[in-house]
Nanobody, 123 residues
Framework: QVQLVESGGGLVQAGGSLRLSCAAS????????MGWFRQAPGKEREFVAA????????HYADSVKGRFTISRINAKNTVYLQMNSLKPEDTAVYYC????????????????WGQGTQVTVSS
């Protein structure tokens, strides 16, 4: 069965950086666009970033544009989220997801989801 496994979360001070990874298995990775979403306590899950099948197109939420970078290495079946200049409001559980629709911010088109990794940014 398809598995998406996130890693790289943790506790970091405001202004710091983290890199999240999401490793996919049992999936033809290059056949799927990938996205990152996050859910803060008491809030709805929200779109963070998306990348097309071969990495040629990326999309970001306005709240992270210029600070976060999504990338992928298809040979490693892995998508990354480099997060710089972190703010306390970035604190959330971060999820990766796979979709056959490129560039979508809508979580309903993402078929497969990871279990999430916690990112906590202290002030």
């Amino acid at each position: 069965q398809v598995q998406l496994v996130e890693s790289g979360g943790g506790l970091v001070q405001a202004g710091g950086s983290l890199r999240l990874s999401c490793a996919a298995s049992q999936l033809t990775f290059s056949g799927y666009a990938m996205g990152w979403f996050r859910q803060a306590p008491g809030k709805e899950r929200e779109f963070v970033a998306a990348i097309s099948r071969y990495g040629g197109n990326t999309h970001y939420a306005d709240s992270v544009k210029g600070r976060f970078t999504i990338s992928r290495i298809n040979a490693k079946n892995t998508v990354y989220l480099q997060m710089n200049s972190l703010k306390p409001e970035d604190t959330a559980v971060y999820y990766c997801a796979a979709s056959t629709t490129d560039g979508s911010r809508y979580e309903g088109v993402y078929f497969y989801w990871g279990q999430g990794t916690q990112v906590t940014v202290s002030s």
